[in-house]
């Protein structure tokens, strides 16, 4: 199964009904982990260390960020983006799916947009 990190903005609810749902999603949050204000290079730096897929509603920079870090050659274990807009149920839906059908490194080097459909 998948490892995540949940941006700092990432929405608590849909955090909340994933491991409400499954509680062996290994999701954690950047403030737990003390990256709390931390520029989103860093993040992505200590996710690609970490080997977790990261979960943001940030369209702007952590996206532009990660495809730095491909075009640099430096591992990107993945970013899931959630629009803001998908409705709470479908984005926990979509990440389970994710989480539990996913192979270690099938998303690495890419930038996913969600709702898949």
């Known amino acids: ?46 996710a690609a260390q970490q080997h977790r897929v990261m ?14 870090r491909v075009q640099a050659g430096f591992p990107m274990p993945g970013v899931f983006e959630i629009n803001r807009n998908v409705p709470i149920g479908l984005a926990i839906e979509e990440i389970l799916l994710i989480a539990e059908a996913s192979f270690e490194g099938e998303w690495e080097g890419r930038v996913i947009y969600l709702p898949l459909h």
Do not use: C, K
């Open 1 to 46: 199964m998948l490892s995540f990190l949940a941006d700092e903005n990432f929405n608590n609810q849909i955090v909340r009904g994933i491991l409400r749902r499954n509680p062996a999603v290994d999701l954690v949050r950047v403030q737990d982990v003390g990256l709390s204000q931390t520029d989103d290079r860093v993040i992505l730096e200590w």
């Open 55 to 68: 979960l943001t509603h940030d369209v702007e920079t952590m996206t532009r960020y990660a495809y730095e």
